[in-house]
């Protein structure tokens, strides 16, 4: 039996069909080596539940089975998945609230490290990187390998080398209760991670990188819908320009300017065909570099795929709705958003 302590972190999870990540997520925390946690998973309207549970006069699932784990267990009605992770907020007990995605697996020394890092370097947030486990598929590490790498700007994400200022994102993001009581819970919207790392910020509290405190991420399991993830990705980034002007930095067009630059040089490259040497180039080092990094030809090959997806998609996502929102001024809720930048639509 886990043995009585007191709880420090609570783990939110929200779900939506997904109860074989689940069972792979808790396992991985049935395996930590410090049991200081608890793990709140709440089902966003889900039609395939994770767990066999019954119920609880508080509202809550009881599940059995997993003796060695704190696990509080909700199902509602489907609402989004910042509405579930402030709900599984207000049912937690830690001090520390940690955000995870229901298609993580966290290594065995994670809570561990966590503990020891904020021990080491104190801080209001936080947030860490994500790897691929040597039990994903091919894609899913040619997609880990293009959102982490530095020659895709990958390395705003958290890694040891960065493009910008460090922003938490919910794989992999925790902070005190005492934020959660000044700035309240998530926003539902997409980038709604970046969104509550910003005010988070703008708040005065401090967010800190933790290096050493990662997890695994499976991601994306086919291109189409790592296509549809990265556009999606690319059109908030100016959802977040409007809410927070003077927020988007040169980093942000990198991925608009190489769709551009590539279509440029492909068209041009009809009439003189050595314009495609810079993009032979570019490509060339992304497959060493996923090489070098994954060790593998076939990873290798797929991470070029992956990486032209990531930027153009996230490119003509971010073109889109520069185009129409800014210039344009189309399809702008100008009530709305001041609404949010007041701090009124809090998702609650």
């Known amino acids: 039996m886990m043995e009585a302590r007191e709880i420090l972190f609570s783990f939110i999870i929200p779900v939506y069909n997904r109860p074989d990540e689940v069972a792979d997520l808790v396992r991985s925390m049935e395996a930590q080596t410090d049991k200081g946690f608890e793990a709140v998973f709440v089902e966003d309207g889900s039609t395939i539940p994770s767990f066999e549970a019954r119920s609880l006069p508080d509202g ?3 599940v059995d089975g997993h003796p060695d784990l704190r696990l509080k267990y909700f199902r509602k009605e489907n609402e989004g998945r910042s509405i579930a992770r402030n709900y599984g907020i207000v049912r937690a007990d830690g001090d520390y609230l940690v955000f995870i995605d229901s298609d993580v697996i966290l290594p065995p020394d994670y809570v561990a490290k966590l503990r020891k890092a904020l021990a080491a370097n104190p801080a209001d947030c936080f947030g860490g990187p994500d790897a691929a486990h040597e039990s994903f598929s091919p894609v899913q590490k040619a997609i880990n390998y293009s959102m982490t790498s530095f020659l895709t700007t990958g390395g705003i994400r958290g890694g040891k080398v960065s493009m910008e200022k460090f922003t938490p ?6 902070f005190s209760r005492e934020v959660y009581d000044k700035v309240g819970g998530f926003r539902e919207m997409f980038s709604e991670d970046i969104d509550m790392s910003t005010r988070i910020r703008l708040a005065g509290f401090r967010i800190a990188l933790y290096p050493d405190v990662s997890v695994y991420h499976k991601r994306r399991v086919d291109w189409k819908k790592f296509w549809k993830q ?4 690319g059109m908030s980034r100016i959802t977040l320009e409007l809410l ?4 988007m930095k040169l ?3 990198l991925p608009a300017l190489f769709t551009v630059g590539a279509t440029l040089l492909i068209i041009g490259s009809f009439f003189w065909t050595w314009l495609l040497i810079p993009l032979a180039v570019y490509i060339l080092a992304l497959f060493i570099g996923a090489l070098i990094s994954t060790r593998s030809f076939g990873i290798a090959c797929r991470a070029i795929v992956a990486s032209m997806i990531q930027l153009v998609g996230y490119g003509t996502g971010f073109l889109k709705a520069w185009f129409n929102k800014i210039l344009l001024r189309r ?3 100008e009530k709305e958003e001041l609404e949010i930048r007041k701090g ?3 998702g609650l």
Not at 169 to 174: D, I, W
Not at 244 to 247: D, I, N, V
């Open 230 to 233: 990265v556009h999606v990705f």
């Open 251 to 253: 980093v942000h067009w």
């Open 169 to 174: 994102r919910t794989f992999n993001m925790g």
């Open 344 to 346: 009124k639509n809090e």
């Open 244 to 247: 927070y002007p003077g927020s």
């Open 331 to 333: 399809g702008r809720n």
């Open 60 to 62: 809550s699932l009881a």
